[in-house]
């Protein structure tokens, strides 16, 4: 991923998209800036219009969320959908490995040994909701599916860089406080050496002190030579006396960290920030609701062979994997949900410039590792939340629930840049495991001995799905935007929020709006 994905660049970009791209997106925009996304049930489902559909064929390839909240949506209106899955789950990349779980990918085959408990689990795809996301949560509520915050943000989760610190790991409070403080001091310095005086009069530069002062905790002096907000230096009021503050870290040395280039605020961008939640239970609790109420139209196990654009409508050859036997379906639309990594592998009679487009999008690889473990980051008080680190498994995930329960799921890898999500990949499963041991030992002293029943999950290396999300850039070329003849692309990375659900139950919108307006004409 690129790393600047979560900051304010990519947000004013975001926004810019959604105002030079008009139709659905511009849409959904007035929709939130008038505050019809925030309905009662938060459903945007709610305002999808569709024309009844009286019958008419759509033809929807993959079950993932995008495929399933399309059928869903449009059988409620009359339309008779068909959905067809090469894999024998549906959700696509919302997937949740727990007791007994296979994890196929195409050179390996693993099984997930976690013990046989509802709250042992782990999310190898989605893992977290925005509170913004309003459509996947109406979902939620509307499904009835029980919701619990999760959240990225630990001060007593840990920050390991080997270029800092000698290597150690360092608590995210100590971190935070810390630099706050060096820049206050310094910003409160460039003050007092009448720096600011061209920009602002003495009044407001008082003001500004004030703030700093505040904001960096520093003394009478504006100087920052510690603060209680980086946790104490032992036991806190082990005793009747204070706790001892701790001297700053060297900040020489944050800057020579990655610290601050994006983990620092990762919890902070428009995706991350608080309120998340997660699922009770599993992301997938979102796809055995989508799954409970379209599972009629859903053929599993039946590979796509062919998409054809004939003069009336489409045909979609396709085999079913357990007997071989191939069959052409027809239907009037289709909604293509299949990963364009997938898709641009799969015969079709589109028009050279979709096919030649379709080449040039690029995904991201990530991957996953997870393991089973007596709660041990919680006798350190690590209750949830994300620790980083410079390394190839670049974080590690505390659960966020069953707090105090003999065992958790810790995921002991979530990697996105792309170097390591190769090495990663490259591994075989139990290669993986023992680097993301060791690993893990940075983090945690004695880390590779407690950890047990490790999985993993590489995304590029599924065959149906070869790549977790659409990069934010390059952008989707416009002329996969539009209808493909009848076919018409959906997905997350159809969105203006790759590698999040919310994209992809956006998308699908966006596709049944344009099918239902050619039904209407
Ligand atoms: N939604 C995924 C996550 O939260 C992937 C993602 C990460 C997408 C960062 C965009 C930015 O981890």
Same mark, same amino acid.
């Given at each position: 991923?690129?790393?600047?994905?979560? #900051?304010?660049?990519?947000?004013?970009?975001?926004?810019?998209?959604?105002?030079?791209?008009?139709?659905?997106?511009?849409?959904?925009?007035?929709?939130?800036?008038?505050?019809?996304?925030?309905?009662?049930?938060?459903?945007?489902?709610?305002?999808?219009?569709?024309?009844?559909?009286?019958?008419?064929?759509?033809?929807?390839?993959?079950?993932?969320?995008?495929?399933?909240?399309?059928?869903?949506?449009?059988?409620?209106?009359?339309?008779?959908?068909?959905?067809?899955?090469?894999?024998?789950?549906?959700?696509?990349?919302?997937?949740?490995?727990?007791?007994?779980?296979?994890?196929?990918?195409?050179?390996?085959?693993?099984?997930?040994?976690?013990?046989?408990?509802?709250?042992?689990?782990?999310?190898?795809?989605?893992?977290?909701?925005?509170?913004?996301?309003?459509?996947?949560?109406?979902?939620?509520?509307?499904?009835?599916?029980?919701?619990?915050?999760?959240?990225?943000?630990?001060?007593?989760?840990?920050?390991?860089?080997?270029?800092?610190?000698?290597?150690?790991?360092?608590?995210?409070?100590?971190?935070?406080?810390?630099?706050?403080?060096?820049?206050?001091?310094?910003?409160?310095?460039?003050?007092?050496?009448?720096?600011?005086?061209?920009?602002?009069?003495?009044?407001?530069?008082?003001?500004?002190?004030?703030?700093?002062?505040?904001?960096?905790?520093?003394?009478?002096?504006?100087?920052?030579?510690?603060?209680?907000?980086?946790?104490?230096?032992? #036991?806190?009021?082990?005793?009747? #006396?204070?706790?001892?503050?701790?001297?700053?870290?060297?900040?020489?040395?944050?800057?020579?960290?990655?610290?601050?280039?994006?983990?620092?605020?990762?919890?902070?961008?428009?995706?991350?920030?608080?309120?998340?939640?997660?699922?009770?239970?599993?992301?997938?609790?979102?796809?055995?609701?989508?799954?409970?109420?379209?599972?009629?139209?859903?053929?599993?196990?039946?590979?796509?062979?062919?998409?054809?654009?004939?003069?009336?409508?489409?045909?979609?050859?396709?085999?079913?994997?357990?007997?071989?036997?191939?069959?052409?379906?027809?239907?009037?639309?289709?909604?293509?949900?299949?990963?364009?990594?997938?898709?641009?592998?799969?015969?079709?009679?589109?028009?050279?410039?979709?096919?030649?487009?379709?080449?040039?999008?690029?995904?991201?690889?990530?991957?996953?590792?997870?393991?089973?473990? #007596?709660?041990?980051?919680?006798?350190?008080?690590?209750?949830?939340?994300?620790?980083?680190?410079?390394?190839?498994?670049?974080?590690?995930?505390?659960?966020?629930?069953?707090?105090?329960?003999?065992?958790?799921?810790?995921?002991?890898?979530?990697?996105?840049?792309?170097?390591?999500?190769?090495?990663?990949?490259?591994?075989?499963?139990?290669?993986?495991?023992?680097?993301?041991?060791?690993?893990?030992?940075?983090?945690?002293?004695?880390?590779?001995?407690?950890?047990?029943?490790?999985?993993?999950?590489?995304?590029?290396?599924?065959?149906?799905?070869?790549?977790?999300?659409?990069?934010?850039?390059?952008?989707?070329?416009?002329?996969?935007?539009?209808?493909?003849?009848?076919?018409?692309?959906?997905?997350?990375?159809?969105?203006?929020?790759?590698?999040?659900?919310?994209?992809?139950?956006?998308?699908?919108?966006?596709?049944?709006?344009?099918?239902?307006?050619?039904?209407?004409?």
């Amino acid at each position: 991923m690129s790393k600047s994905k979560p #900051t304010g660049v990519t947000r004013r970009e975001f926004l810019k998209r959604i105002a030079a791209a008009g139709g659905y997106a511009a849409t959904y925009q007035a929709m939130a800036g008038l505050g019809l996304l925030t309905t009662q049930s938060g459903c945007g489902t709610e305002t999808l219009a569709l024309t009844e559909g009286n019958g008419t064929q759509v033809i929807i390839l993959g079950a993932g969320v995008a495929g399933m909240s399309a059928a869903y949506e449009m059988s409620k209106r009359g339309y008779s959908c068909k959905i067809i899955e090469a894999r024998n789950r549906a959700g696509g990349r919302n997937e949740t490995a727990r007791h007994g779980t296979t994890l196929q990918e195409i050179d390996s085959v693993q099984t997930c040994n976690f013990d046989n408990d509802p709250g042992l689990y782990a999310n190898l795809g989605p893992a977290r909701l925005p509170h913004h996301h309003r459509n996947v949560l109406g979902y939620c509520k509307e499904f009835n599916i029980a919701l619990e915050i999760f959240s990225n943000d630990n001060r007593a989760a840990f920050f390991h860089d080997s270029k800092a610190f000698g290597g150690q790991p360092v608590q995210t409070k100590r971190l935070l406080a810390d630099s706050r403080g060096a820049i206050a001091e310094l910003f409160a310095k460039t003050i007092k050496k009448n720096a600011l005086d061209e920009d602002m009069n003495a009044e407001d530069q008082e003001k500004l002190l004030a703030y700093l002062k505040n904001f960096g905790d520093l003394n009478a002096q504006h100087q920052y030579t510690g603060s209680s907000r980086a946790g104490f230096k032992d #036991t806190v009021h082990a005793t009747m #006396t204070p706790g001892v503050i701790q001297a700053p870290l060297d900040f020489k040395q944050i800057l020579t960290s990655e610290f601050w280039d994006y983990k620092m605020h990762f919890a902070e961008g428009t995706d991350q920030a608080a309120t998340m939640f997660q699922p009770v239970g599993g992301m997938d609790k979102i796809v055995d609701g989508f799954y409970a109420r379209v599972s009629g139209l859903v053929e599993l196990e039946t590979e796509v062979l062919e998409i054809r654009n004939t003069m009336s409508g489409v045909e979609v050859d396709c085999k079913n994997l357990n007997t071989g036997d191939t069959k052409t379906l027809e239907a009037k639309f289709c909604i293509c949900t299949i990963p364009i990594t997938v898709l641009r592998n799969i015969p079709n009679n589109f028009d050279t410039a979709i096919n030649v487009a379709m080449t040039g999008v690029t995904y991201e690889k990530s991957g996953k590792a997870a393991f089973q473990s #007596t709660r041990f980051w919680e006798e350190q008080g690590v209750y949830g939340g994300i620790s980083w680190t410079d390394q190839d498994i670049t974080q590690m995930w505390y659960p966020a629930s069953g707090f105090h329960q003999a065992q958790g799921i810790i995921v002991g890898a979530y990697i996105w840049d792309e170097a390591q999500c190769v090495r990663f990949a490259n591994q075989t499963p139990t290669e993986r495991i023992e680097s993301c041991k060791l690993q893990g030992e940075a983090i945690h002293a004695g880390y590779s001995r407690m950890v047990k029943n490790g999985i993993t999950r590489s995304w590029h290396k599924m065959k149906y799905q070869q790549g977790a999300w659409r990069t934010d850039l390059p952008e989707i070329p416009e002329i996969l935007q539009g209808a493909i003849g009848q076919v018409y692309l959906a997905g997350e990375h159809m969105s203006m929020l790759p590698g999040w659900q919310e994209g992809s139950i956006i998308s699908a919108q966006k596709v049944m709006e344009e099918i239902s307006h050619r039904v209407e004409l």
